[in-house]
């Protein structure tokens, strides 16, 4: 009968905390990526509003 191996508990929590870091991170990037884009049509709305005149 197998034994119960301390180690592979250990690793398989630095392994979820590591995915629960990673989907923070991935949270994050996509919402600085959405501001960042709304900025950049903020940004082409007012350079194409002052051409016209």
Do not use: C, F, K, W
């Given at each position: 009968?197998?034994?119960?191996?301390?180690?592979?508990?250990?690793?398989?929590s630095?392994?979820?905390?590591?995915?629960?870091?990673?989907?923070?991170?991935?949270?994050l990037?996509?919402?600085?990526?959405?501001?960042?884009?709304?900025?950049?049509?903020?940004?082409?709305?007012?350079?194409?509003?002052?051409?016209?005149?």
């Open positions: 009968m197998p034994r119960h191996n301390p180690n592979l508990d250990e690793q398989s630095r392994v979820e905390a590591a995915q629960a870091r990673l989907a923070r991170h991935e949270r990037s996509r919402i600085a990526l959405l501001l960042t884009l709304l900025l950049a049509i903020g940004l082409l709305a007012s350079v194409v509003s002052h051409l016209q005149y």
